[in-house]
C-alpha cells in the first residue's frame, strides 16, 4: 500500500484542494505576465543622453572639415523617436541652417508582442540625402555599414546605439565614395564615446522568458507535491509497525489465557 492510498480522507480532500489553487494561482500569473509582461511592451528605446551627446561633437567636426551635414533619425512606424545631427540632439539634419549638403541614416524599427503569433520583429535601414548625393552613393553608404557589425540584428537589439553609432560612421563612408575628403579626427572625451553593442542573448531571454518562468513554476509544483507523498510514505511506514506491534502483543495475551 502506498502513501497516497494511507492518507486519511480528510488529508487527501486539502491536498487536492492546495493542488487545484495552485494551479490557478499558476496561470492566472502566467496569463497576468503575457498580456501586461514586458515582452507585450513594442516601444523602441531611444538613444542615450551619453550617446546622443557623444555623437553630436562628432558630427560636428566631420561637418566642419567636409562641408556635408550629417544626422541621424530613429523611428517607429508612426513617430520619431530620437533626430540629431551636427546641429545637436533634437534637430534634424534636412532643412537645418547652411545643410545644403547632407547626409541621414533612418532605421525605422517595428518590435512584436509575444500575443501576435504571426508577426516578427522588423527593422528598415536606409541612407538619406540632399539632391546632389546620388542613390548609388547612398545605398553604398548603407552597404558599408555592414562592415562595422551594424546588420539588422545590431539595430533590433539596440537601436538607440545602433542608430548613433551609424551616424557617427557616415563621414568615413562618403569620404571612401569621394563625396567629401577625409573627416577630421574628432576631440570626444571618454564619457562621451559610445556604449558597446550589448550582447546578442538579448533576444534570446526576451522572447522566451515568458515559458522559462512558467517551466520553473510547474518544477517548483511538482517537487511540492513529491515531497508531500515522501513525507506522507513515511508517516505511514512509521504507522504500519506500531499497528502490527499491538497486533501481537494482542494475540499473545489472548494466547495465554
Request: hydrophobic share 40%; proline share 7%.
Amino acid at each position: 500500500m502506498d502513501g497516497w492510498s494511507a492518507t486519511p480522507p480528510e488529508q487527501k480532500e486539502k491536498l487536492k484542494k492546495a493542488f487545484f489553487w495552485v494551479v490557478t494561482v499558476i496561470v492566472v500569473a502566467i496569463c497576468l505576465i503575457g498580456n501586461f509582461g514586458t515582452d507585450s511592451d513594442t516601444s523602441v528605446p531611444a538613444p542615450t543622453a551619453d550617446e546622443r551627446s557623444g555623437t553630436v561633437p562628432i558630427l560636428k567636426a566631420a561637418t566642419d572639415s567636409q562641408g556635408i551635414c550629417y544626422g541621424w533619425r530613429l523611428s517607429t512606424r508612426w513617430d520619431d523617436v530620437s533626430v540629431g545631427s551636427n546641429h545637436g540632439d533634437g534637430v534634424p539634419v534636412p532643412g537645418a541652417p547652411g545643410c545644403t549638403r547632407w547626409i541621414e541614416v533612418t532605421t525605422m524599427v517595428r518590435y512584436s508582442s509575444m500575443t501576435s503569433e504571426n508577426d516578427e520583429d522588423s527593422v528598415v535601414v536606409s541612407i538619406e540625402g540632399s539632391d546632389d548625393i546620388r542613390y548609388a552613393d547612398r545605398t553604398a553608404i548603407e552597404t558599408g555599414l555592414g562592415r562595422f557589425g551594424l546588420d539588422p540584428d545590431a539595430f533590433l537589439d539596440d537601436p538607440g546605439w545602433a542608430v548613433t553609432r551609424a551616424a557617427t560612421i557616415l563621414p568615413l563612408l562618403a569620404a571612401e565614395r569621394g563625396l567629401a575628403g577625409p573627416a577630421a579626427a574628432p576631440t570626444a572625451g571618454p564619457s562621451t564615446v559610445a556604449a558597446p553593442l550589448p550582447d546578442a542573448g538579448n533576444d534570446f531571454w526576451r522572447d522566451r522568458w515568458l515559458y522559462i518562468l512558467s517551466s520553473v513554476g510547474l518544477f517548483l509544483l511538482a517537487a511540492l507535491f513529491i515531497a508531500v507523498g515522501v513525507r506522507q510514505r513515511r508517516s505511514h511506514r512509521g504507522r504500519v509497525p506500531a499497528q502490527r506491534a499491538g497486533a501481537g502483543a494482542a494475540g499473545r495475551t489472548w494466547t495465554g489465557q
